[in-house]
């Protein structure tokens, strides 16, 4: 091995901590740059924050719409004006299980062995995946809220409504983390996807989000109550139709800075000790 080459290994082995702030800020930017173009390349991978909310949209409002929003007494208009704040934090947990599989994608493609080669700081370039895929969720969000106001939702609170988005961008980057690891150590994107199934489905439909969950019985109130999908939903529609938020809104900030907190560094390291 040449000194040259055994210089490259060494600088390409380096912790992160070597690498000033500068340097990972200017990483981060040419790989949000890479999966840019990426998506440019490839717009079929939009498809789903495109269609994803017109469909769910439609669907629960006009199959569900009338019967629940008729207990709820307001009808399909109520139903509406109940569904949709929760639909943005459904868009916040279903779109960020594509940062996992698309990183497993990248590894069974070879893509991440190369970056791991070079002399970048390894969290930039997890941290560019969460930032693409925020821009998605928040692309897939402004399609949820032209669908909504055509089906009749009334935004009483842009301020609250700009203040929902952030809260729900804010849990999914924390999901995020939970799907990277996914990504790394399962061993290709059919199975990110049957496990990302598998934790969303109980959790979405298990929550506040589609309906009220007074009716539901005991022990699954329970579990509703300590869904953090509840209170993003809850904190949400408080802040988009009025209504109580704080309680709801410090426990999803802390459901999601204890998720981040937690998962982040798993993720990091994973990435960095994968074979």
């Known amino acids: 091995m040449t000194t040259a080459t ?3 290994t060494a600088t390409a082995s380096a912790p992160d901590a070597r690498i000033p702030l500068r340097g990972h800020l200017r990483h981060t930017g040419a790989l949000i740059r890479r999966n840019l173009l990426w998506i440019r390349q490839d717009p079929e991978s939009m498809f789903d924050a495109l269609l994803m909310p017109i469909v769910f949209t439609l669907l629960f409002v006009y199959v569900f719409g009338g019967s629940i929003g008729q207990a709820l007494g307001g009808g399909q208009e109520g139903y509406v004006q109940y569904v949709i704040p929760g639909m943005i934090a459904m868009m916040s947990m279903t779109l960020s299980q594509g940062v996992g599989t698309g990183f497993s ?16 700081g390894r969290g930039s370039v997890l941290f560019a ?7 998605r969720m928040l692309f897939a969000t ?7 106001v055509l089906v009749g939702f009334h935004i009483h609170h842009w301020g609250g409504l700009f203040a929902a988005v952030g809260l729900s961008a804010a849990f999914a980057s924390s999901i995020m983390w939970v799907f990277l690891t996914l990504g790394v150590v399962l061993k290709n994107a059919q199975s990110v996807q049957a496990m990302g199934f ?11 989000i589609f309906a009220p969950t ?10 509703t109550d300590y869904n953090p999908l ?3 939903a809850d904190a949400a529609r408080g802040l988009m139709v009025g209504g109580p938020v704080a309680h709801d809104l410090w426990i999803t900030l802390a459901w999601s800075a204890a998720i981040t907190v937690v998962m982040a560094p798993v993720a990091i390291h994973k990435f960095r000790t994968k074979s």
């Open 6 to 8: 055994a210089t490259a």
């Open 105 to 120: 994608q990248d590894f069974n493609s070879g893509v991440m062995d190369r970056f791991r080669s070079l002399p970048i």
């Open 129 to 135: 995946k969460i930032s693409v895929e925020l821009a």
């Open 142 to 148: 402004a399609v949820l809220m032209i669908v909504s």
């Open 198 to 208: 598998l934790v969303l489905f109980p959790l979405q439909f298990g929550s506040s």
């Open 214 to 223: 007074q009716s539901m019985p005991g022990w699954l109130q329970a579990f």
């Open 230 to 232: 509840s209170t993003l």
